[in-house]
Nanobody, 122 residues
């Protein structure tokens, strides 16, 4: 049974920073794309950042220059460093591992999901 577990969420003031972590119970990262997605109340889940097995990352336009995604394949851990946070970043953040190695922001392209961690920016 594969599990992804996020940590590091919390409440922060606008302009602040948070670092999210996501650990996997097994070697599910491998060659797969892994990423962070978020869902705000009343909105659809959306991709924030994705990174492939070569460490090449992609970001949604609103996150470019503020967020940094990284992965540690040896320790099956994914990170999201979030800076200059805005109230509109408030959401539940999910880490996920994709079906393939292609970077994607589409939720249906992800196979494994964490339970989510709340990020609140005021």
């Amino acid at each position: 049974h594969v599990q992804l577990v996020e940590s590091g969420g919390g409440s922060v003031q606008a302009g602040g920073s948070l670092r999210l972590s996501c650990g996997a119970s097994g070697s599910i990262y491998g060659d797969a794309c892994v990423g962070w997605l978020r869902q705000a109340p009343g909105k659809e889940r959306e991709g924030v950042a994705a990174i492939d097995s070569d460490g090449i990352a992609s970001y949604a336009d609103s996150e470019k220059g503020r967020f940094t995604v990284s992965r540690d394949n040896a320790n099956n851990t994914l990170y999201l460093e979030m800076n200059s946070l805005k109230p509109e970043d408030t959401a539940v953040y999910y880490c996920a591992a994709g079906f393939s190695g292609y970077r994607t922001f589409t939720p249906s392209n992800y196979k494994y999901w964490g339970q989510g961690t709340q990020v609140t920016v005021s």
